[in-house]
C-alpha cells in the first residue's frame, strides 16, 4: 500500500543554517506529494505541494522537489529562522484521493 | 475567510463514557474529513465525507466510532464507549473539491481528547 517515511525528529538547527527534512514515499501511480507544518498550538496548514514528477513546490523560502526517481520528495530550506520552528508532515494523495500521512518531524531552531 | 472550526478544544472523559466532537467546515468546502492524531504519529484518516454522502470510512472502527454530516455541511464525530487507546488529538479538514489528488486540505485546531 501507500506509504511516507520521514526523517526522525527532532532536529535542532541553529538561525540561519540550512535545513533538510528527508521524505520517501512508496505509491502506486503517480501521486500527489504535500509537506503541512503544524506550529505550536496552531492546526496542520500546507506549506507546498507538488504533483507531477520534477515539479518543485515552493513557499515561505522552503523548497522541495518531486524525484519520482529516487521516490523521495526533500524539504529544504536555505536558512532557518526561529519562527520556523514547528513539526513538518509530509504526505502524499494516489488513487483513492486520500491523504497519507508521515508521522512528522520536529525542527526547533535556536537564536 | 473563516478558518474550520472545532468543539471542544479539550476534553477529559473516563473509559467507557460517550464523547462527542464538532466541526464546522470553511464556507463552500464539499468534501470533509476527520483524522486521528496520536501523541508523535501523523495524522490517520478515520472519514471522509462528500458533502453529505460518505466517500472512506475503512478506517473508521465503527463499533465505537459514528460520525455524521446532515445537510452537507458541519459534522459531529462521536465515540461510544470511549477506550484508553482513543487518547489523541481528533482533526477536522475542510477542501473544496475531491475531484483533484492536488486538493488542499484545511485544518481545524484540533480536540484533545484524554481517557482516564
Known amino acids: 500500500g501507500n506509504s511516507v517515511t520521514q526523517m526522525e525528529g527532532p532536529v535542532t538547527l541553529s538561525e540561519e543554517a540550512f535545513l533538510t527534512i528527508n521524505c520517501t514515499y512508496t505509491?502506486?501511480?503517480?501521486?500527489?506529494l504535500f509537506w503541512y507544518v503544524q506550529y505550536p498550538g496552531e492546526g496542520l496548514q500546507l506549506l507546498l505541494k507538488?504533483?507531477?514528477?520534477?515539479d518543485k513546490g515552493s513557499n515561505k523560502g522552503f523548497e522541495a522537489t518531486y524525484r519520482k526517481e529516487t521516490t523521495s520528495f526533500h524539504l529544504e530550506k536555505g536558512s532557518v529562522q526561529v519562527s520556523d520552528s514547528a513539526v513538518y508532515f509530509c504526505?502524499?494523495?494516489?488513487?483513492?484521493?486520500?491523504?497519507?500521512f508521515g508521522t512528522g518531524t520536529r525542527l526547533k531552531v535556536l537564536a | 475567510e473563516a478558518g474550520v472550526a472545532q468543539s471542544p478544544r479539550y476534553k477529559i472523559i473516563e473509559k467507557r463514557q460517550s464523547v462527542a466532537f464538532w466541526c464546522n467546515p470553511i464556507?463552500?468546502?464539499?468534501?470533509l474529513y476527520w483524522y486521528q492524531q496520536i501523541l508523535g504519529q501523523g495524522p490517520k484518516l478515520l472519514i471522509q465525507?462528500?458533502?453529505?454522502?460518505?466517500?472512506?470510512d475503512s478506517q473508521l472502527p465503527k463499533d465505537r466510532f459514528s460520525a455524521e454530516r446532515l445537510k452537507g455541511v458541519d459534522s459531529t464525530l462521536k465515540i461510544q464507549p470511549a477506550k484508553l487507546e482513543d487518547s489523541a488529538v481528533y482533526l477536522c479538514?475542510?477542501?473544496?473539491?475531491?475531484?483533484?489528488?492536488?486538493?488542499?486540505?484545511?485544518f481545524g485546531p484540533g480536540t484533545r481528547l484524554t481517557v482516564l
Open positions: 464556507s463552500g468546502h464539499a468534501t
Open positions: 505509491a502506486t501511480g503517480y501521486p500527489s
Open positions: 504526505a502524499l494523495t494516489s488513487g483513492t484521493y486520500k491523504y497519507i
Open positions: 465525507f462528500q458533502n453529505n454522502g460518505v466517500v472512506d
Open positions: 507538488a504533483t507531477k514528477a520534477d
Open positions: 479538514a475542510s477542501s473544496l473539491d475531491t475531484q483533484s489528488l492536488a486538493d488542499t486540505q484545511y
